[in-house]
């Protein structure tokens, strides 16, 4: 499937106004949380439009907060012809993208993401979902949004916590699929460069694998162990941003690659030494490690004994699909290799 | 979007079996409902399958049961390798599609329709969808099914009221699309040749407009005035079959179509006869009607004060997108055009 379009602008008000006018016949209607109607909506300059506000938080990121949103849809008599515009940050338009794509069996949509995350991540590529029964992303759809509309006028109210979080991501991208990415980032390019860049880069994968069943999963590099991290914490009622557990599992993982002898040692020293430097993330202590692996075993994406890793094998390049049963996994943390 | 195979056979056990056997890495699970458990299930002959059981019936065909069939699925460790057979009549196929549609974004699923309503239309064109605050279908996708077994052998099990229901949707495709249809209706054609012809009928169109903005609409034919009628019955909890409403439904839109003049009297007491002769159904009643307005209003294909209609032009033709305001419909039916 075609990936829409990505609009990269510096004037996100007219942005929003050219598509509006552009599509005369779409209503819009957009979808806050409790942070973003306040920090972002202004900047759109209209406040005519509609609204629906919701909670904002992973931990919010559930069926009722659909309902919710549903609800409100039919109370403003939301129809075909009505686009819903989600401004806020990855779980606000994980589930805007979701309550889209179910009501009516599908209105049009488009992203505003407003944190870096957002920009470079979770508004590209057409994944919708929530959590349910705490499992992440259990429940959603793949449908692309009419637009994104990408302005870095929404970042200086992000707290610089999410920005060093959002860098695991674009590391990830860079490592696994984009050398010139990941020069770009050594070479302290403009964060607005970067942005471009990094979607850009996610589109190419996702143009070529909508549905996550081949190539997509590369981008998978870093999470297998980053989600079972965030699980971890979640099971621990210690919260943790999904960029600092993706951070994380890159480490480990790139140990890994380097212990199978698909990435050399001087490739993994200078990843994981990028990582440390825009992340300042610290490895997962043994003590972690030990607790960790149950997670591992529960991810949605590990079928059997086996797990299944995305890992790179050069800077820029990865292979999907390597899989690695439990009991090498403890062998190789008891042996030190990884 | 290419459209799925749909199979016909005499032997569905035999047929799922051969489903199954060559897709040797697919899992199935079962979605009966508390009817087909009994009735239908036995027929596969296959006692070992996993099943999930829903409460029957259009009162259930909402979020709270989506919610549990999801659940159920994580229970029996449902992943991307299970495939939900959904074994049932057209609100069980329509609850079981949209739940594999957005369980981990989309698992495969199969239809086995177990009434005449869901051989000849549900369980054929990819709409899943649930009601929601007492609209039908108001949350749903479009999403096919890998494949749907259709077989006479379950007719057998059903009340003849469900037979009479189904009548309304094959004449309505007829009427609309496919006039050797109508004809073979009118000549007592076997109904094994019916469900071929009438099911062909409706995947000729899906194929041509998978999602529903284009020539699909002609499959609405009936419903404006259908659609309402059933949630005008739904909001005073009283049940009626969706066919019926249908039928009662195509009766009203063809005196508007002629009326209209875009068909002509004869034509018209045509429909009406076979229609009355195999459903028989009475028409609206005018204290109905006055009440029906509303949930016209309400319905999610009429965007403003015009309601769109799908209408024949003739036997076996149709036209899409015929606006009326819903004071012309008040006038038409207070001067008694319709």
């Not at 870095?152 to 695991?168: D, G, N, Q, Y």
């Amino acid at each position: 499937m075609l990936n829409p379009e990505v609009i990269h602008t510096t004037a996100v008000a007219q942005s929003l106004k050219d598509y509006l006018e552009n599509s005369p016949n779409l209503i819009p209607i957009v979808l806050c949380d409790t942070n973003t109607v306040n920090l972002c909506f202004p900047v759109l300059q209209n406040s005519q439009l509609k609204t629906i506000v919701i909670e904002d938080g992973e931990v919010n990121k559930n069926l009722n907060t659909v309902e919710l949103i549903l609800g409100k849809l039919i109370d403003l008599k939301a129809n075909r012809q009505t686009v819903l515009v989600n401004l806020g940050g990855g779980v606000l338009t994980d589930i805007g993208g979701f309550a889209a794509s179910i009501y009516l069996r599908g209105i049009p949509f488009i992203h505003i993401p407003t944190t870096l995350l957002g920009m470079v991540d979770a508004s590209i590529g057409g994944k919708t979902g929530i959590d349910f029964r705490s499992l992440k992303n259990q429940i959603g759809t793949f449908t692309h949004p009419e637009t994104t509309l990408i302005s870095s006028e929404f970042l200086s109210t992000l707290a610089p916590e999410h920005i060093k979080s959002a860098w695991a991501e674009i590391i990830k991208t860079a490592v696994i699929s984009d050398e010139a990415l990941f020069n770009a980032i050594l070479d302290n390019t403009s964060l607005d460069h970067i942005i471009h860049l990094c979607s850009a880069a996610k589109q190419k994968i996702v143009e070529q694998d909508f549905n996550d069943k081949g190539i997509r999963q590369l981008l998978n590099f870093g999470h297998t162990i980053g989600h079972a991290y965030e699980s971890m914490c979640l099971a621990n009622d210690n919260e943790i941003l999904h960029g600092f557990a993706v951070a994380k599992g890159m480490i480990l993982e790139l140990k890994i690659a380097k212990h199978l002898d698909v990435l050399m040692e001087a490739e993994m020293l200078k990843v994981i030494a990028l990582i440390v430097s825009k992340t300042q993330v610290d490895e997962i202590s043994d003590t972690e490690f030990a607790n960790l692996l149950k997670f591992v075993h529960a991810d949605k994406k590990n079928t059997s004994e086996k797990v299944t890793f995305s890992l790179p094998i050069a800077v820029g390049k990865g292979k999907q699909g390597i899989q690695i049963s439990m009991e090498e996994l403890k062998n190789w943390k008891n042996q030190g290799f990884i």
